[in-house]
């Protein structure tokens, strides 16, 4: 009796041990299959090498920043600052200093100067293009006065929308730039 008992239980210990070989046979198998196919094979001579292809990863495109909110409609600026035997450059009005593409905006430029003022300028930078504009007295005398000028806005001025103001009396040289937009 004693032997039957130990065949019933020793039956299915025999049985798990040959299938756990199986699985852990056919698991390797696999492994080894795999492997094979990663690595390459030795180069016979007279074969043709085979090209190689890596994969780079695709660079991440940076996101186009939002721009930075200005005001909209006539602005009257204060410009402060410059070299004592300079031309003073004293107040900018820019009407609108929104304008719609194709829209006219016109500045007015107060400058004065111990010496007569030859000109005045406003270099309009924006987006995509940069233009200087020449401006004419319209008020006061070329010692002291109010200059302007206009023209059509015919660019974007999402990421950079500077004023250039440059008055020139003989050698001496006023430069003002407004920053309305600069780029980051």
Do not use: C
């Not at 008020?139 to 023209?151: A, F, K, L, Y």
């Amino acid at each position: 009796m004693k032997s039957r008992k130990k065949s019933k239980t020793t039956l299915p210990i025999v049985i798990v041990v040959i299938v756990v070989l199986l699985l852990v046979g056919f698991n390797y198998w696999l492994y080894r299959v795999g492997q094979e196919e990663e690595t390459p094979a030795p180069a016979q001579p007279g074969a043709q090498k085979q090209q190689q292809v890596a994969f780079a990863p695709t660079n991440t495109p940076t996101p186009t920043p939002t721009p930075t909110k200005i005001g909209s409609g006539r602005k009257v600026l204060s410009i402060s600052g410059g070299a004592q035997n300079e031309p003073k450059l004293t107040q900018a009005v820019i009407d609108p200093l929104d304008p719609a593409k194709g829209q006219k905006q016109s500045v007015e430029i107060s400058a004065s100067h111990t010496a007569p003022i030859d000109r005045v300028t406003v270099k309009l930078i924006t987006d995509n293009k940069s233009q200087t504009y020449p401006l004419k007295l319209e008020s006061g005398i070329t010692q002291n006065g109010v200059w302007t000028g206009s023209w059509t806005m015919d660019d974007t001025y999402l990421y950079t929308y500077i004023f250039e103001i440059t008055a020139a009396s003989g050698s001496d040289q006023a430069v003002a730039p407004i920053v309305v937009r600069k780029k980051p």
